[in-house]
């Protein structure tokens, strides 16, 4: 069975599942341009840390491949530069749209200073870069799931297990098997899952509208909880370890995530409980020292005051609702589980590529 894809890239077309329709309805859009995947990033019709940066590096693709010839490598170097910063700034915690930018952007510096190379050559192997992201991420991600699935037997040694996890983290946040959610799958496939609780992930609700869509659709054994459930599911259940993604972890291993992370890291101090990050490399800061420099997207309000166009809260509230939260890396207790293996937070910066 193919896992799901949130994003279809073929020929310089790209399309999106728009993820606002999820779970009732399976709807694919067109990205035409950057401005259309600024739009659809901002509006969260696509999200999670490396669709983001894959949707906006295939974005360029698509405008690249359609643009007349251009004259001069500078002048593919200054379009490139001023569609990649525009880009970053659709939404500020995820680092993967950062990252991707400034390596894109540092490829097309050197193609345009060196000589050996003409225009058509350096605009295709600026295509090739920006089309590779696909298909990279998916290589990253089954390599994270493997070294986390491993983990995780060792250190729990039980046949089966109970996972918890929150957000989503899976083919719908990545190109395509996922990070978190990943390593869910792969503990699956070993046929050592006994269950995995999936957070509702209020206000979005990304646990319970697509972690939930995933994991009826692969048939994986799996319970969903609201977020206030989670010290009680705990105790209850004998939750043998927790596991989220990232949208950005800096270099002392502080993560940032999905808002209700860092309370379900210190429930799972409390209660014993194997705390991991699950992080491909494209998702380290390693230029900031400490969680204390992320960046923390507040989104709208009217997120947490309605569910589509209801009203579901009293008029007139008024709202706190910051989409992300962060993990001390004290608290990670499993580890981070990379695609080149799993680290302790205190291992990261002597990894800095
Ligand atoms: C594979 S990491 C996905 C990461 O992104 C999510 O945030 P959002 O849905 O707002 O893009 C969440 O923090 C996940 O852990």
């Not at 040694?157 to 395509?176: E, P, Q, Y």
């Not at 496939?189 to 994991?215: H, I, K, W």
């Not at 204390?292 to 569910?307: C, L, V, Y």
Request: with cysteine; proline share 4%; glycine share 6%.
């Amino acid at each position: 069975m193919a896992t799901l894809e949130a994003i279809k890239y073929k020929n310089g077309q790209l399309e999106i599942l728009d993820q606002l329709l999820l779970p009732e309805s399976c709807t694919f859009i067109p990205i035409r341009n950057v401005q259309d995947a600024w739009a659809a990033i901002r509006e969260m019709k696509v999200r999670g840390a490396p669709a983001i940066a894959i949707v906006g590096c295939l974005s360029l693709a698509v405008e690249l491949r359609k643009l007349a010839a251009l004259e001069t490598k500078k002048e593919i170097y200054r379009f490139v530069k001023e569609k990649l910063d525009y880009l970053v700034t659709s939404r500020p915690t995820a680092v993967n749209m950062q990252l991707a930018a400034e390596a894109c952007i540092k490829l097309s510096t050197r193609l345009m200073e060196d000589v050996s190379v003409d225009v058509t050559e350096a605009k295709d192997a600026t295509l090739k870069h920006l089309e590779a992201t696909l298909a990279n991420d998916v290589a990253d991600n089954l390599a994270i799931g493997e070294h986390g699935a491993t983990d995780i037997q060792k250190k729990v040694n039980k046949d089966k297990v109970r996972i918890m996890t929150h957000c989503n983290t899976g083919s719908l946040a990545t190109a395509g098997y996922g990070t978190a959610l990943g390593v869910i799958r792969s503990l699956h496939t070993a046929n050592m899952l006994d269950q995995v609780y999936c957070t509702e992930t209020r206000p979005y609700n990304q646990g319970s509208r697509l972690t939930a869509f995933e994991l009826v659709y692969e048939k994986m054994p799996a319970t969903l909880i609201c977020d206030s459930m989670a010290a009680a599911a705990m105790k209850q259940f004998n939750i043998d370890a927790i596991i989220v993604g990232a949208d950005r972890v800096a270099a002392n291993g502080d993560t940032a995530n999905k808002i209700g992370t860092y309370q379900l890291a210190v429930l799972a101090k409390c209660h014993n409980v194997l705390f991991y990050v699950a992080a491909p490399f494209s998702s380290i800061d390693f230029e900031i020292p400490s969680g204390q420099s992320i960046p923390i997207e507040e989104r709208p309000h009217s997120e947490m005051t309605h569910t589509g166009s209801i009203r579901t809260a009293a008029a007139g509230i008024n709202c706190w609702n910051p989409g992300f939260d962060v993990t001390p890396a004290e608290f990670i207790t499993g580890g981070i589980v990379t695609e080149k293996g799993v680290f302790k937070p205190d291992q990261l910066a002597s990894l800095k590529v």
